[in-house]
């Protein structure tokens, strides 16, 4: 079946699973998409939440039949435990390149990786650019915590500076270790990529533009325009030594000054059709 036809088969919510509790209104339901494994993830940590779009998103698209994900290395490690689609687990930092080898052998697959900041944009920067420049059919799920939370809590490249890691413990500094990495701003001028987004999963507002900006990565791939990125300013309340709360406030407060959220890169709805490439500028993430 194509992917134009599995989308006309949107999931219902039917196809959910179904709530055991007979005198109630079901409200919310775990998306069809997704299994019943009980998550690993810390307390307060972003990624069950993710994982939760990216298994909306699978069933709004009527995708799931369709889908091949590739997971990463890091604590997102058994991502493919969570989802119900078929997935592949990439060596650390190489899951756009098996992306791309699996979306060119078969095209009517929806391909997505899942990736942390340690993977896509450390060991893995190479195959993240070559992969946006090649303008590869696929959909980059980015999940930016600003450290290497599976390891025990190392700098990574997208490290604030002044932030306090295990191999930063006075604090991050410019001179000796670079500024932080911005993937979007990176990633923004080259002319393979359809769609680049950054948004903090930090409240249920900016969870609502989370699902606007994997709509469109999705169509960008679904519609045959390129490579399509959302980047998730996430937390990591272990290795950032702070209470999930505090850990939501810290990426309002301190994170989006360096990594600032907004639209990178829109050719999938271009304002002005005649008008490529698009400007790469970062509109405010408080757009709904
Ligand atoms: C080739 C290789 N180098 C290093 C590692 C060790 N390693 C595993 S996870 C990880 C960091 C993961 O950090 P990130 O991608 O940011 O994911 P997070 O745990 O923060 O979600 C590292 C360095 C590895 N598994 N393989
Ligand atoms: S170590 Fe950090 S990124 Fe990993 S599961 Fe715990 S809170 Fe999440
Ligand atoms: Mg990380």
Redesign the pocket.
Known sequence: MSIEMAMMGKASADDRPATTCDDVECVMARPASMTDKLMHYCPGCT?GIIHRLVGEMIDEFGLLDHTVGVC??????FAYEYFQCDAIEA???RAPAVATAVKRTDSSRFVFTY??????A??GMAETIHAAARGERITIFF?N?G?????GG?M?PTSLIGQKTTTSPSGRIAETTGMPIGVCELLSSLKGVAYLARVPISSPKNINTARKYMRKAIRAQLENKGLGLVEFLST?PV?WAMSPIAAMKHIDNTVIKTFPPGVFVDRVDPVDATSTPMPAVAHTGAEA
């Open positions: 990624h990463p290395v890091g604590c997102s490690v060596s650390h930092g990736q942390g900041d340690g993977d896509l450390s060991i999940v915590n450290i290497y939370g599976m390891t190392q990574a990591c290795q």
